[in-house]
Antibody
């Protein structure tokens, strides 16, 4: 069974940093593109970042470029999102998702809540 | 960037058919995927590649895509289908996933 378990969310002040983690199991992690998708309170889904199987390609939504960094450790079956210079508008539930055939998100974690507030 | 437009809400009586649309410029040339999200839960894929269903998704869920509109159809709607539904495509020009704004399905 595919499982994605996020951790690392919490309350952080504007300008602060946070690192999210996603532990993957039940599939060959190194064979898949992975993504972070977020959802602000009461709002819709927003793609945040993607990373290729070997980490050689990374893509970001414009609003986080230069502030967020996606990475992975295939030996640990883990996906990460380093978030710096956080803003109030980054407040959201962050989901880790497995990207299937470079097109759709076949599996999602339960999400971790990030709150940026003073 | 590519934009997907969904109606904010759709209402349907139990046992009837719900149709949720997703509009986009020449969306028929893209593969469209649909997710169901119930309150407090993560999204669940219900249709991929326009009309395919993942294992475990009831046959009542189907999809179509042509021209500028993709449609998720839910037949014989049940109370448990009440949820938010999101369409999604992959924008290859910018290598990013694009989601519609979501549609709240209310079962009357």
């Amino acid at each position: 069974e595919v499982q994605l378990v996020e951790s690392g969310g919490g309350l952080v002040q504007p300008g602060g940093s946070l690192r999210l983690s996603c532990a993957a199991s039940g599939f060959t992690f190194s064979s898949y593109w992975m993504s972070w998708v977020r959802q602000a309170p009461g709002k819709g889904l927003e793609w945040v970042a993607n990373i290729k199987q070997d980490g050689s390609e990374k893509y970001y939504v414009d609003s986080v470029k230069g502030r967020f960094t996606i990475s992975r450790d295939n030996a640990k079956n883990s996906l990460y999102l380093q978030m710096n210079s956080l803003r109030a508008e980054d407040t959201a539930v962050y989901y880790c998702a497995r990207l299937e055939r470079g097109s759709w998100y076949s599996n999602w974690g339960q999400g971790t809540l990030v709150t940026v507030s003073s | 960037s590519y934009v997907l437009t969904q109606p904010p809400s759709v209402s349907v009586a139990p046992g009837q058919t719900a149709r949720i649309t997703c509009g986009g410029n020449n969306i028929g040339s893209k593969s469209v995927h649909w997710y169901q999200q119930k309150p407090g839960q993560a999204p669940v894929l219900v249709v991929y590649d326009d009309s395919d269903r993942p294992s475990g998704i009831p046959e009542r869920f189907s999809g179509s895509n042509s021209g500028n509109t993709a449609t998720l159809t839910i037949s014989r709607v049940e109370a448990g289908d009440e949820a938010d539904y999101y369409c999604q495509v992959w924008d290859s020009s910018s290598d990013q996933g694009v989601f519609g704004g979501g549609t709240k399905l209310t079962v009357l």
